[in-house]
């Protein structure tokens, strides 16, 4: 029976150490502070900005919300961007996306400066995820799955991990910085041939295919670690992994539950990386 990674022992280790670092900084006078961009309404987006505000709360990190009508014209919308940009209070900005179709998302992701992109929508963050260089952050949903290995105290180093999954949200940069962990990367794809004994050669396995159910037995050795990225849904509302859980759980080591895993972690990861763009725009790191 493998061991599960549960994102509540990573987001109380997680919360103990932001709350100490807030108070520190706290102590000189700086108040790391998040500000949200949203326009609209969108469920999802609201259930994650609760959460968001939530866990800052926790840490003493402080939030400020821009909320926007969903026919918010794209000059309102980029002179908050610039407002937020031009404000030393705010160290780290949160844009909900998509935008409406109205808005040029290109235009508002470029127009965030990358020292307060907490979640790499920039061209500028994504630079230094892949040149290894302190430009922005990674994606919340990258380092969640760095955090919980380090948790777990997975030492990546000579490691051989396959990601399957090649967007640039996830599988892309998450491969960049695991080769910075000195791990030995592959990244596999729906289009991989012999995908299953690619996977079955991993000691570490990160999915991140975005497809319900797309490793299984076939997929696992004994041994692996198994980090499942995937967020989606069935016809009765059930969240599932992009791994069969039943089947991976009686094989390999350790592997990340959904719900539970990768993603109730990535709230945490959001404070922390305001705390740390606090300590640079501060030249305390």
Do not use: W
């Amino acid at each position: 029976m493998a061991r599960l990674f549960k994102a509540a022992e990573v987001n109380a280790a997680m919360r103990e150490q932001l709350s100490a670092a807030v108070q520190e900084l706290q102590a000189k006078g700086i108040r790391p502070t998040l500000a949200i961009v949203r326009v609209g309404e969108r469920p999802d987006d609201l259930a994650y900005e609760r959460g968001a505000m939530r866990r800052c709360e926790e840490t003493g990190v402080a939030v400020e919300r821009f909320l926007l009508p969903a026919d918010v014209s794209q000059d309102k919308l980029l002179a908050v961007i610039d407002e937020i940009n031009g404000d030393p209070c705010y160290n780290g900005c949160l844009i909900f996306r998509p935008l409406p179709r109205t808005i040029d998302e290109e235009a508002v992701r470029q127009r965030l400066s990358p020292a307060k992109d907490i979640d790499c929508i920039t061209d500028g963050s994504m630079v230094g995820v892949f040149a290894n260089l302190p430009n922005g952050f990674p994606s919340c949903v990258v380092q969640a799955c760095l955090e919980i290995l380090d948790h777990y105290q997975v030492d990546l180093t000579g490691k051989r991990v396959t990601v399957v999954g090649r967007s640039l949200v996830v599988g892309k940069p998450l491969a960049m910085l695991l080769l910075a962990r000195n791990a030995t990367v592959t990244v596999c794809h729906t289009r991989t041939k012999d995908m299953e004994e690619c996977c079955r050669q991993a000691e570490v396995l990160v999915v991140a295919a975005g497809r319900a159910g797309l490793i299984g037995a076939e997929h696992l050795s004994p041994g692996q670690i198994v980090i499942d990225v995937g967020i989606n849904f069935d016809e009765e509302g059930k969240m599932l992994g992009d791994v069969r859980f039943e089947e991976a759980e009686a094989i390999v080591e350790g592997i990340t539950p959904v719900p539970g895993g990768v993603g109730a972690v990535t709230t945490m990861v959001l404070v922390k990386q305001v705390v740390e763009a606090a300590r640079r725009q501060n030249g305390l790191c």
